[in-house]
């Protein structure tokens, strides 16, 4: 009996101390790993944390962390199954939840992601990080109001913070047209002019154009407020212009302007545009030319072309965008450089540009080919989707989609020219080489008529069949004209295009005229320029030519 007893004693001895050793291998190893990691060598903390699960296949730490590695190093199908796994044993980790969530967001599961990032943020409420990842997610789906609650939280508990701020703002800017906003709380209180300006827009969408307009005025009277001013006069003019007090708001866009002007002074960008149309201008043959080796060689024999929508600032483009994008088998690129990438390589070749676009060799075209259907798969939602390039931009490359796509169709966009300048002076655009050129009424006319020009010689060096939509028609008989783009485009016309503000809605939208595609189609901003005659009377026989040009008459 004392020997078998001295046996287990000494058993359990060596049991526990086997125990022990492993526990401090497992130790050892993981703080290891934990160093290795701290100091970025993603390597050696995989190995270290391998070796803890080759000794405890269920240890939480090992198998969490090994999944924020492969994480990390560029693995998210793995780290998903590896932190999937860590939280089967421990399913309380805030953290664990956390980095899921973020491996669901780089294979694009946005509906996983913001369920990890939720339970995240519903086992530590406390944690920033885990409402702006969840506000991050919701705002990537479309969903801006919930995006916005996450946000809100985020900012109560780190009400300085710049990145949630900027998000709040952002948001608020993306919300549906119909979106009922109430204030939450007096204008006295709201700490920057920003702030009053994004009030103000929140105010017109839920159709509160008196008190937006009060809420801004009294914001501009405060002499603390200074940042913002030139965006508060731009929403002030708008929502003058819809309360029909034209005199002010004419006024307030005028200073705005003025304002806008006073801050880009000194800047080289309106130069810069305005030199590059006059040098195509001069550099474009004044006739036909055709292209080495024809069409034979294009790849649209082998897969569809992409589609091109062309336009000047305010004549359409965003609608329609948004119109094609709601198109089941349609993926539109709006407002990228794509075409402006291929004039960079067009500029390297000996010939330079634009004489290379007719003498560019079949070899060369096919190099282009792929190299703009790469950058723009890169954007793509699934496979066999219609490509619509859609950007105000394209005027100046139009050569260059004509030249590497010589049979892509190739839709132009007018506009009332009147209605176009002035929608463009009344504009708080984003500063580039183009929008600064439209501070001045009469610069916006002339960067007007340069364009057209230039998209005259245009169709002169390449011509080809160019669909003409009038925004008017667009507007009037939406329809019609959908179907005429769908067989012009050679895509079929889908119902949902006409419930295009649906799709809109669940979109970030970077321009200026996200709040006008977020309603269904309205004539109401056709024939604007009529309330502004006596102010446009200076600057109309300068567009007349194009007025006539493009149709319009007097009743227009």
Request: charge should be neutral; include cysteine.
């Amino acid at each position: 009996m004392a020997t078998r007893s001295r046996k287990r004693r000494t058993q359990q001895e060596s049991n526990g101390g086997r125990r022990r050793k492993l526990a401090a291998d497992v130790s050892r190893l993981l703080q290891r790993g934990l160093a290795a990691h701290q100091a970025g060598d993603l390597a050696a903390a995989e190995r270290a944390y391998q070796a803890v699960l080759s000794r405890a296949p269920d240890h939480f730490d090992a198998v969490h962390l090994r999944g924020v590695v492969l994480l990390q190093s560029g693995r998210p199908e793995l780290a998903i199954a590896s932190i999937s796994r860590a939280l089967q044993i421990d399913s309380t980790s805030a953290a664990a939840h956390n980095n899921l969530g973020t491996a669901y967001c780089n294979v694009e599961m946005w509906e996983e992601a913001a369920a990890a990032y939720r339970r995240a943020a519903d086992l530590a409420p406390d944690v920033v990080d885990h409402w702006k990842n969840l506000g991050r997610v919701e705002a990537s789906a479309g969903n801006w109001t919930s995006a916005l609650e996450c946000f809100g939280q985020a900012q109560q508990m780190a009400p300085h913070d710049p990145e949630t701020n900027s998000a709040i703002r952002e948001l608020r800017s993306q919300l549906p047209a119909d979106t009922v906003a109430e204030p939450t709380a007096s204008t006295s209180e709201l700490p920057t002019l920003t702030d009053a300006v994004e009030r103000a827009r929140e105010l017109r969408r839920a159709g509160r154009i008196v008190a937006g307009r009060e809420c801004l005025e009294a914001a501009l009277s405060n002499a603390q407020h200074t940042d913002g001013r030139r965006a508060a006069l731009f929403e002030l003019g708008k929502l003058c212009d819809e309360l029909g007090d034209l005199t002010a708001s004419w006024g307030y866009w005028r200073q705005a302007n003025e304002l806008a002007k006073s801050e880009l002074s000194g800047r080289a960008e309106p130069q810069q545009r305005l030199d590059d149309i006059t040098n195509h201008l001069l550099t474009l043959p004044s006739g036909p030319v055709s292209l080495r080796g024809g069409h034979s060689d294009d790849e649209s024999k082998t897969s569809e072309p992409p589609r091109f929508v062309i336009g000047f600032p305010r004549t359409g483009t965003t609608l329609v965008a948004q119109i094609l994008d709601s198109h089941s088998q349609v993926r539109t690129l709006q407002e990228q450089p794509l075409l402006s990438d291929l004039r960079q390589r067009l500029q390297q070749t000996p010939a330079g540009y634009p004489q290379s676009l007719w003498e560019l060799e079949p070899q060369q075209r096919r190099s282009l080919q792929s190299s703009y259907r790469q950058a723009f798969d890169g954007q793509s939602r699934c496979d066999g989707e219609v490509m619509v390039d859609v950007s105000a931009d394209h005027v100046l490359f139009a050569g260059v989609a004509r030249t590497v796509f010589p049979d892509a169709p190739m839709m132009f966009l007018t506009r009332h020219p009147l209605d176009i300048c002035l929608s463009c002076w009344m504009q708080d655009f984003a500063p580039n080489n183009l929008t600064m050129n439209l501070t001045s009424l009469e610069e916006t006319c002339r960067i007007y008529i340069r364009t057209m020009e230039l998209w005259e010689r245009w169709l002169k060096v390449f011509p080809a069949p160019i669909l003409e939509i009038r925004y008017e028609d667009l507007a009037r008989n939406p329809r019609h004209s959908v179907e005429v783009i769908c067989s012009f485009l050679r895509i079929s016309f889908e119902p949902s295009m006409l419930r295009f503000h649906e799709h809109a809605n669940r979109q970030r939208i970077a321009t200026v005229s996200r709040d006008q595609v977020r309603r269904p189609m309205s004539v109401s901003a056709i024939g604007r320029w009529r309330g502004y005659e006596p102010q446009l009377a200076s600057v109309r026989p300068l567009l007349e030519p194009w007025i006539e040009r493009f149709g319009y008459s007097s009743d227009d």
